[in-house]
């Protein structure tokens, strides 16, 4: 049976890297004893994949894991007894069944949104003329950025992966910028990516730590490439009841 | 959320920013207003290594049992943290609330191995208190240190205030109950210090005072208060099942070393090696029951989800139920997806057979520590691994399947000679021919490869070789040079190889294990210099510590090559580990003689550990 585990990532485990996120949820499996299917072979090791590594410093309301069970209580119970045995900054949000064909997220992932604020004492001096000009930056028949790449650096089109971008405000009224960017293996694009160039344009300089990211969802493309249609990881599961 | 100490920026600059954040499953979280103790437990190395130490845990849990204290972990910042936090000015911080050092009541520092020393400064350092005990102030958290180095404490002896001796759970809580008392009473440190001074098992350097004679040994070593006592002995457990362990380990979110549910089956050991501390300090031997053993391999692998168990002891091939609980963790784990990692046992049928059960066969080595080429110097150390036991147990593991073979030695052992040194490429060589005398051509899967590797001796504080004088650094370099040349005179040499360990840590080590309060001026001055992480390759430093001994006056060779005379007072001697200097004088005539000593438990030699009345000396009086 397939299941998808929806779960943020908050606080202080935003500086926990990919590849621990994924021991530390083996771990997590089984002090919650969940009944997950194991590979065969000499060293065996449990069926469960994530869908987009999240860089660190980031923080997430959508992360997702895709396991593999032999059986399970009901989605609300399984969350209840996931979320017992987590550290603070980790949270199960939901616990989905999977038609035995779906594909692994992994695979899936077409695009995430993200918000992007700016660190205290990194802002913008004046808000209106900042996003003014990334509205013109925006306009462009195409963005170009520099990537480093083995060979050497090369000049690509970032444009056709930025499929949303509008100015907002966080709870406590400070000015942000929420994004929806490709994501998955066909195309990736670091949201800060877009934020650098249009600062470099305008001959600003975005410090290294200027930025605080946080990724709110990621979906699938359930439809082609021209006319999108996002879907998140998570619909695509059912509750078990 | 919890605050952290350190920001974002800094976090997200260093390597590994896990280190430092704190918030693992099973971390104990506590409000320290709320508690009358706070207590700071730093092991002064890396977070990886740190975190895979059992004894820190034990006490970890043990400690915060208690309503009236709460137990938090230091480790050695890295490098690039210790940079910053010294241009930031950034005070060292304990994991749990990641509150300052300095506002704890007590840093208790667990002393593993020599070449940390310069770390414990470190950690002092950017703890913001003062290197030495005597510029402290009741502002200051009291220092304890404890672990085995505490049984040679005299070269750190400037930097606590008090020494814990031996087994950490038998007399923590009446010094923590003494602390509370000292404090209501409105009294300082020093009356604290002073009452310590006489429980059991605690020693408080600024209380004693050392003469030397002339020659530079010590005269004499005396308490300078009335109600100091004497000697001091150490502390041990009586009955191990009667003590807690760790019920809930913390689970680190970064890979460290040890990164599983470790079982301590028995402490102490039967087998009296005569170059081994651990062998000698933790006496008697004393076992844990199948049943405990069973009870926490469950609890512990629920409450971390770790997928792999091992065992923990000193040898536990003597342990009485091993065949028992290996079994029992086979066929109540295995199937569940958790890794059963087995410790060296001795290579028999059964050990054998459990191995090709829990691992694959084709990856993995056996592992020999013959620790001597020849017999005749396998029974000065008193090593009891005979050449015929280990070829025999070559043979039976090759028919099992395995071809690489470990063999573990060491060099500059006293009375050792060139045929000694030959004598272990020989016997690599004898395992080699073993392996294509046994297996048919037909049959072997590869060629056998037989590892040997050799670290240089150090003679330590309470065993039998504590008298021993150790080789100069060109000496035990020429030495592993000679086994290199006879390991290329063998006819399998392409299935032989043959490395030896670093020579100048061990000279070092060599003075810090058998140093008095006159090291301690060189540690001190060797940090200053910037010696930080020396028991790491990449950062010793050896020319540091060599201008360090130059500018502080203090000779090398007094504390490594020079011959000791048999009633030299030495800077440990205060100390009673139970296991009488009269015995470590006869085993050390017998190995000069060659004469091997029976273990534990075919007679017992009279070590003098029978006082704790426990344990394998009590086994078959009941």
Sequence with gaps: MKIRIKFAKEGAMKFIGHLDMMRYFQKVMRRAQVDIRYSEGFSP???MSFAAPLGVGVTSRAEYVDIEVLSTDSSERMVKRINDVLTEGVE?????????????????????????RFREGYEPEDWDDFFRGLDDFLQQESILVLKKTKKGERQINIKPWIYKLERDRSENGRNQIKIRVAAGSAANLKPELVIQAYMESRGWKLGEFALLLHRDEVYANQAGEEEPDFCPLEQMGENIE | MRRLALSDEILLSVQQPAR????????????????????????????????SHLGMQILYDMFNRRDDVYCERVFSPWTDLDRLMRQEQIPLFALE??????????????????????????????????LHGADRTDGDP??????PCAYNPEPLADFFDLFYIGEGETQYDRLFDLYKKIRRSGKNRWDFLKEAARLPGIYVPMFYHVTYKEDGTIDSFLPNQDGIPKTISKELVQSLDDAPYIANPIVPFIKVTQDRVVLEIQRGCIRGCRFCQAGNIYRPLREHSLEYLKNYARQMLNSTGHEEISLSSLSSSDYSCLKELVTFLINEFQGKGVNISLPSLRIDAFSLDVMSKVQDV??????????????????????????EVILKGAAEAFHGGWNRVKLYFMLGLPTETLEDREGIALLAEKVAETFYDEIPKEERHGKVQVLASSSFFVPKPFTPFQWAAMCTREEFLQRAYSVKDKFKEMKNKKSLKYTYHDADVTVLEGVLARG??????????????????????????????????EECGVEIDFYTTRERELDEVFPWDFIDTGVTREFLKREWEKAMKGQVTPNCRQQCSGCGARSFEGGVCFENSN
């Design chain 1, 45 to 47: 090791h449990q069926i």
């Design chain 1, 92 to 116: 199960v949000l939901s616990y989905k069944r999977l038609p035995d064909t779906a594909a692994a997220a992994m695979s899936v992932v077409a695009a995430a949104d993200y918000t992007m």
């Design chain 2, 20 to 51: 430092y954040i704190g918030g693992e499953v099973n971390m104990c979280i506590k409000n320290p207003s709320q508690v009358d103790i706070r207590f700071a437990m730093c092991f002064p190395d890396v977070y990886e290594i740190g975190m």
């Design chain 2, 97 to 130: 609330s990641q509150d300052p050092v300095k506002n704890f009541d007590f840093l208790g520092i667990t002393i593993q191995y020599e070449m940390c020393y310069t770390n414990i400064l470190q950690i002092l350092d950017l703890s913001k208190i003062p």
């Design chain 2, 142 to 147: 009291i220092v304890i240190g404890g672990g």
């Design chain 2, 362 to 387: 084709k990856k993995s080595s056996l592992t020999f520590a013959p620790e001597a080429g020849t017999q005749r110097l396998r029974d000065v150390i008193n090593k009891g691994l005979t050449e």
């Design chain 2, 516 to 549: 008095d309060r006159k090291v301690a001026a060189v540690i001190e001055r060797a940090y200053e210099k910037g010696a930080l992480y020396d028991s790491w390759t990449e950062h010793f430093q050896n020319q540091i510590w060599m201008d360090a001994f």
